[in-house]
T-cell receptor, first 112, second 115 residues
Framework: GESVGLHLPTLSVQEGDNSIINCAYSNSASDYFIWYKQESGKGPQFIIDIRSNMDKRQGQRVTVLLNKTVKHLSLQIAATQPGDSAVYFCAENGDSNYKLTFGKGTLLTVNP | DAGVIQSPRHEVTEMGQEVTLRCKPISGHNSLFWYRQTMMRGLELLIYFNNNVPIDDSGMPEDRFSAKMPNASFSTLKIQPSEPRDSAVYFC?????????????FGDGTRLSIL
């Protein structure tokens, strides 16, 4: 079946730099995408979501970009901080109005 | 505001024993999800409730697993009898009403170890 994948399993950045986490999806029926942050010992924490009628959505220090032409999703974190260190998951809905398919995750490490 | 609350946070038990995991969703949310997370398989949806009714249980691995939602503020996931391969982190998530997909908000999970 179709699934969500990530280009990079690990990403290491310096504190203060901007981070970009990428995600490729293959289900063209997906019209809802979401990013989660998971810290050790905790559950996935909602960061930001985007629907397919948008190309870009901004939150606090985060921006999600959606390129439907190449089925690519990215999460940009501005001025990365040590507290941003975590595993980041992207997820898509496929053709469902409730089910999410999660990617494998990218481990972000922020070096002081 | 209180998030999704799960209990216990950790459970260690011997194989063959019954295990009951509990979840209190966010007040006002009408959708509830149970997930299992392992290193090998990632996050897997086990079962989905909407308005306390099980809608999709296709992810429940086998008859040893069962889930209930007797009311809008409480759900249980039960494993009987438990096996070592059930060891994983089990998450509950809830989402609110509204048209189309809504963000799912997760609890901090129950780390289950079956010896």
């Amino acid at each position: 079946g179709e699934s969500v994948g990530l280009h990079l399993p690990t990403l290491s950045v310096q504190e203060g730099d901007n981070s970009i986490i990428n995600c490729a999806y293959s289900n063209s029926a997906s019209d809802y995408f979401i990013w989660y942050k998971q810290e050790s010992g905790k559950g996935p924490q909602f960061i930001i979501d985007i629907r397919s009628n948008m190309d870009k959505r901004q939150g606090q220090r985060v921006t999600v970009l959606l390129n439907k032409t190449v089925k690519h999703l990215s999460l940009q974190i501005a001025a990365t901080q040590p507290g941003d260190s975590a595993v980041y998951f992207c997820a898509e809905n496929g053709d469902s109005n409730y089910k999410l398919t999660f990617g494998k995750g990218t481990l972000l490490t922020v070096n002081p | 505001d209180a998030g999704v609350i799960q209990s216990p946070r950790h459970e260690v038990t011997e194989m063959g024993q019954e295990v009951t995991l509990r979840c209190k969703p966010i007040s006002g949310h009408n959708s509830l999800f149970w997930y299992r997370q392992t290193m090998m398989r990632g996050l897997e949806l086990l079962i989905y409730f909407n308005n306390n009714v099980p809608i999709d249980d296709s992810g429940m691995p086998e008859d040893r697993f069962s889930a209930k939602m007797p009311n809008a503020s409480f759900s249980t996931l039960k494993i009987q009898p438990s096996e070592p391969r059930d060891s994983a982190v089990y998450f509950c998530a809830s989402s609110g009403g509204g048209l189309g997909n809504q963000p799912q908000h997760f609890g901090d999970g129950t780390r289950l170890s079956i010896l």
